[in-house]
């Protein structure tokens, strides 16, 4: 397993520059999570560190070794595709051998270590066939199958969950942690579903437009946000965040509290706002607000909550979760 | 009443089509099992006896085996000319599909030139000469290729984008180089669309009369149209041969098509879609 | 600025893969016919060329045999074109409805496309022959005095025309069936519950939406139809006479009497043919197209 570090990689396509500098060192055999909004450059990144793409200024080490200008296969890594991109002629067994039947090596080999991957993964079933016959799990296995056997020193995801369904999603997140703790490999991992970000990562790297926004784990991305992008774009339901003459009032440019750090009581309050909408979650209740000097306010109560639509009440940000930027 | 028009529209149909289109294949088969006298009536009357293989076999004789050999010349052409063709044009609608590249509108402007201009004959006949290539077949199979690759690298080319480009991305991680991306990855996926080429560029090279007229002059080297060109003036009274050596040039596409009418279906219309 | 010190990475899709191809291209097709525009207006024997500007031109449109081959090139192509879309447009209305054997129908009506074109003539020839052929001998148990289908220079090269459309209307069929099944069928219901009649349906629906299949029928048509040489040569060399010589026929006839330059004239001419006719009309129809 290696370590990783990105300095000052920028990337333009003709006039446009869509990575705007970014730094980033990540620890040998850390799951680290690109994370952001369509086009905020993820993906760029991720296929600059894979060799897809060259970096218009900038260097990339991987293990200690200056990796920018080497080609993919010479990098050390191996990449989980969106699309899981599986050779559509080729069986399980073919696709998964076939780095090493490029580099040919004997048939023996690359027999045994089919097999050994397939095994770990519970594709032996499976090796014969053609990625048609498979259902999106099992090629998404596959896809990881073809990673694992390059023993590669860094892992790149690329949305790999994306075109899965709900339930499957869940399971697979599951997977790839087990993955992670079972190889103890470097693995980068693009997506921007925050939910699979929070859930696996050791770190997130939040990126918007180019540039990062901040970098931490993901309850110091809860807990401390650094901007009011990634206030807003970690936790769900999202942060209420308000500008303009509010903030200023409160002494900062953007106020911030979340849903679930606000009390609410009949008496007697910080603001006091209607309830416009109330959605029952069973655990959760979620009460839609309308406070007159703020706007809207979302705030997350127990499932039981008694307040109803067209109450008034007021609402009390709880001791130390208030944030200003 | 509404249930028997399709009927009967498609009786007469089929009734007027066989007329048409059947029939001057009926009459070709019937005057090539015939015998001289016969056949020189040129008639729908049946032959009082089945001469196919008598015919067959004289037709074969003449002049020397001549048709055998053209047999030979023709194939050889065709089955060299269309496996160039699908390598090199493979190879160019690849390319000119995945890469951003200038010499992809130069590519495109030469490709239009070669589906609209006509090839200009002596000069070409000149240049290969002074290359020493006139009036052989090597000579012969690179014009066909030239000729022929304008359409197939469109073919091609637009087949092509239907190939994701995930799947030559993961190639390279694999440690794929150029090549081999191309010939384990690509190339096999092109199937379809290979067999449909090889089908169309198959008949039209077999079929083809113009260009051995020009470049192939000869007894040594000649096709099978060629042949077929010259026993009409050697056979003037001898119609049953003649048909015979029609009835045998014909077989072959009929035989490809037989098997290949799928494809060749979709070959023609894609080019034709294409334009 | 970062050129200098970076190893230009190479894209993985290698440009060299045009070398082979581009140079069989170029070479054997691009450079003769190219540097026919130059031969054009020489006099040359393969190996000498002497220049003699327009004349070879001026030759060709002042001498009646020439001059016919071009005239009788442009009816032949209009003729097959026109005659190849309107039969084609009409069988392949006829192959997309629902009638008994469609599917046999399609084959038997696509199968002379695949066939040797000189077979073809020969057999034809012969069916065609004023006296003997089985075209006459039927017309004559019928009553009807049958004409000297080739052997009439005014109707020879309307023959070879027919023939020709007889052999290519398969494939003019099966571009108008691709065509029409692109024709959603809500259009037709749509019109039927208006009341439109199926010949309304036909004129207001189908044609309009069959353009871009007719485009292409017609400019396949025009272009083959312009360089059209072997069914000619196989039916009538360009005779009786001259009456149904076309340029195709013309080049190849000035090449064997050794008139090269002339011959090479032949090409440019049917090449300036070719572009006057396609392009304008690729222009007009794309025009239309961003019209409506």
């Known amino acids: 397993m290696a370590e990783l570090t990105l300095k000052q990689v920028r990337k333009s396509f003709g006039a446009l520059e869509v990575i705007k500098g970014v730094d980033l060192e990540v620890a040998s055999g850390e799951f680290v999570v690109f994370v952001g909004p369509s086009g905020c450059g993820k993906s760029t990144l991720l296929r600059i560190i894979a060799g897809l793409e060259d970096t218009t200024s900038g260097a990339l080490t991987i293990g200690g070794k200056d990796v920018t200008y080497a080609e993919p296969s010479e990098r050390g890594i191996a990449m989980v595709f969106q699309s899981y991109a599986l050779y559509p002629h080729m069986t399980v067994a073919e696709n998964i051998g076939f780095g090493l039947s490029l580099a040919r090596r004997p048939k023996a080999e690359i027999a045994a270590k089919v097999a050994a991957t397939a095994e770990t993964l519970q594709l032996t079933q499976l090796l014969e066939r053609k990625p048609k016959a498979l259902s999106g799990g099992q090629r998404q296995r596959v896809a990881i199958g073809r990673a694992i056997i390059r023993d590669p020193k860094v892992f790149l995801f690329d949305e790999p969950l994306s075109n899965l369904d709900a339930s499957l999603r869940a399971q697979m997140r599951l997977e790839i942690s087990d993955l992670h703790a079972r190889l103890k490999s470097t693995m980068i991992y693009v997506t921007h579903d925050q939910v699979e970000a929070m859930t696996m990562a050791d770190k997130i790297v939040v990126l918007n437009g180019g540039v990062v926004e901040q970098i931490g784990s993901p309850m110091e991305l809860y807990r401390n946000p650094a901007t009011p992008f990634v206030a807003g774009f970690i936790g769900s339901p999202k942060m209420n965040l308000y500008g303009g003459e509010t903030a200023r009032r409160l002494n900062c440019t953007t106020y911030g509290i979340r849903p679930e750090h606000i009390r609410l009581s009949e008496g007697a309050g910080q603001w006091q706002g209607r309830i416009r909408h109330l959605e029952r979650l069973g655990a959760d209740a979620i009460l839609y607000l309308e406070v007159p000097e703020l706007g809207e306010m979302v705030v997350r109560a127990e499932g039981e909550t008694p307040f109803a639509p067209g109450m008034t009440v007021w609402a009390n940000p709880v001791e130390g979760a208030e944030h200003r930027f | 009443m509404r249930n028997v028009r399709p009927y009967v529209t498609g009786a007469i149909a089929l009734a007027v089509a066989a007329i048409i289109f059947v029939m001057p294949f009926v009459f070709v088969a019937l005057q090539a099992v015939k015998s001289k006298s016969e056949a020189s009536r040129l008639d729908f009357e049946l032959p009082e006896h089945w001469l196919f293989w008598d015919n067959l076999v004289a037709v074969f004789k003449a002049r020397d085996y001549q048709l055998a050999l053209a047999y030979f010349n023709s194939t050889l052409i065709t089955v060299v000319s269309v496996t160039i063709l699908i390598l090199l044009s493979a190879m160019v609608g690849y390319v000119m599909q995945r890469r951003k590249t200038v010499w992809n509108r130069v590519a495109s402007i030469a490709l239009f030139m070669g589906l609209m201009m006509p090839p200009a004959v002596v000069p070409t006949i000149g240049l290969l000469q002074d290359i020493g290539l006139f009036k052989t077949m090597t000579g012969m199979i690179l014009i066909q290729v030239a000729y022929n690759l304008s359409f197939s690298i469109l073919l091609y080319r637009s087949f092509i984008s239907t190939i994701p480009r995930d799947l030559d991305e993961a190639a390279l991680i694999d440690g794929a180089k150029p090549r081999q991306i191309f010939f384990r990855v690509v190339l096999p996926l092109l199937k379809p669309v290979t067999v449909t080429n090889v089908v169309v560029q198959s008949i039209a090279i077999f079929n083809d009369f113009t260009n051995p007229l020009y470049y192939l002059p000869g007894k040594e080297n000649v096709t099978v149209q060629l042949t077929l060109y010259n026993f009409q003036s050697m056979y003037t009274s001898q119609y049953n041969l003649l048909f015979m050596n029609i009835l045998l040039v014909t077989i072959p596409p009929l035989i490809v098509f037989i098997f290949f009418n799928r494809q060749i279906v979709a070959g023609m219309t894609a080019g034709g879609v294409k334009g | ?292």
């Open chain 3, 1 to 292: 600025m970062t050129e200098t010190r970076r190893r230009s990475r190479k894209s993985p899709y290698p440009l060299w893969f045009f070398i082979p191809a581009a140079i069989i291209y170029g070479v054997l097709f691009l450079f003769p016919t190219i540097s026919s525009l130059w031969f054009s207006l020489t006099r040359w024997d393969l190996s000498t060329a002497e220049f003699i500007g327009l004349e070879n031109f001026q030759q060709f449109f002042s001498e009646p045999f020439l001059v016919k081959g071009l005239v009788n090139t442009l009816i032949y192509a209009v003729t097959t074109s026109g005659l190849k879309t309107v039969c084609g447009l009409m069988l392949a209305v006829l192959l997309t409805s629902n009638i008994f054997a469609r599917g046999f129908l399609r084959t038997l009506v696509f199968f002379p496309v695949l066939v040797s074109t000189i077979g073809i003539g020969i057999t034809f020839t012969v069916m065609m022959h004023p006296t003997k052929g089985i075209i006459n001998v039927t017309l004559k148990t019928l009553g009807i005095p049958g004409p000297g289908w080739l052997t009439n220079p005014a109707l020879a090269l309307f023959s070879v025309a027919l023939v020709d459309v007889w052999k290519g209307v398969g494939l003019a069929t099966l571009i108008f069936i691709a065509g029409l099944a692109a024709i959603s069928p809500d259009y037709y219901e749509a019109a039927r519950i208006d009341g439109a009649t199926r010949l309304q349906q036909f004129s207001r629906i189908t044609l309009p939406l069959v353009r871009p299949a007719t485009v292409i029928v017609v400019t396949l048509s025009l272009i083959g139809g312009l360089r059209s040489f072997d069914l000619i040569w196989a039916m009538t060399r360009g005779g009786p006479g001259f009456s149904s010589d076309v340029i195709a026929s013309v080049i190849y006839k000035q090449y064997q009497a050794g008139f090269y330059g002339l011959s090479t004239a032949g090409n440019v001419i049917l090449f300036a043919l070719i572009a006057a006719i396609i392009l304008p009309f690729t222009l007009w129809f794309n025009r239309r197209e961003v019209g409506e």
